[in-house]
T-cell receptor
Framework: ETGVTQSPTHLIKTRGQQVTLRCSSQ?????VSWYQQALGQGPQFIFQYYREEENGRGNFPPRFSGLQFPNYSSELNVNALELDDSALYLC?????????????FGPGTRLLVL | AQSVAQPEDQVNVAEGNPLTVKCTYSVSGNPYLFWYVQYPNRGLQFLLKYITGDNLVKGSYGFEAEFNKSQTSFHLKKPSALVSDSALYFC????????????FGSGTKLNVKP
């Protein structure tokens, strides 16, 4: 098991609502990335946070936003939920290492939008 | 743009037999390649990575992968499969400009039968 934790484990929301997912990175890791994994697909990169700033974004609309805190933990916020937002949301953390470091993933939060 | 492809949705193998899970990549420049495994209702677990050096990379749980530049492949292998190896396997390539942005394949379900 990695030291990356996520909460909650499961969540059910309705269309139009807003959701906040949380991630605590592994000790010593200062970079957090978020991924969306739809059923039967590979994870898709949403964005990455480094030193409390967004540092890279995938093809996701602005209603997907995030935060990183001084202790390197992170939140993913999704506004105006849509049915297609139903997925497993994965958080990954890594140490600073100029590209040679591995990302370690948390167990994920499974979101169901009804 | 970088991408990986996993041509097989599912691989079936008998316990004790060797297994291969295929991955091909498309990148400009030197590829940074990874394999992750996902068990049901769990996050992704890191198996191994290729950054540079020897073409045969050894990883966790007896897995290894062979980097082949001419065939742009990075196949995952294990000499003797275990029933407990049954899981979903993902190949990934790291973005050339954003080291924490991974592009994942669609995944290959490995079934190891007793």
């Amino acid at each position: 098991e990695t030291g990356v934790t996520q909460s909650p484990t499961h969540l059910i929301k309705t269309r139009g609502q807003q959701v906040t997912l949380r991630c605590s990175s592994q000790s010593g890791h200062n970079t957090v990335s978020w991924y969306q994994q739809a059923l039967g697909q590979g994870p898709q990169f949403i964005f990455q946070y480094y030193r409390e700033e967004e540092n890279g974004r995938g093809n996701f609309p602005p209603r997907f936003s995030g935060l990183q805190f001084p202790n390197y933990s992170s939140e993913l916020n999704v506004n105006a939920l849509e049915l297609d937002d139903s997925a497993l949301y994965l958080c990954a953390s890594s140490r600073p290492g100029g590209g040679l470091e591995t990302q370690y993933f948390g167990p994920g939060t499974r979101l169901l939008v009804l | 743009a970088q991408s990986v492809a996993q041509p097989e949705d599912q691989v079936n193998v008998a316990e004790g037999n060797p297994l291969t899970v295929k991955c091909t990549y498309s990148v400009s420049g030197n590829p940074y390649l990874f394999w992750y495994v996902q068990y049901p209702n769990r996050g992704l677990q890191f198996l191994l990575k290729y950054i540079t050096g020897d073409n045969l990379v050894k990883g966790s749980y007896g897995f290894e992968a062979e980097f082949n530049k001419s065939q742009t492949s990075f196949h995952l292998k294990k000499p003797s499969a275990l029933v407990s190896d049954s899981a979903l396997y993902f190949c990934a390539v790291r973005d050339q400009n954003n080291f924490n942005k991974f592009y994942f394949g669609s995944g290959t379900k490995l079934n190891v039968k007793p």
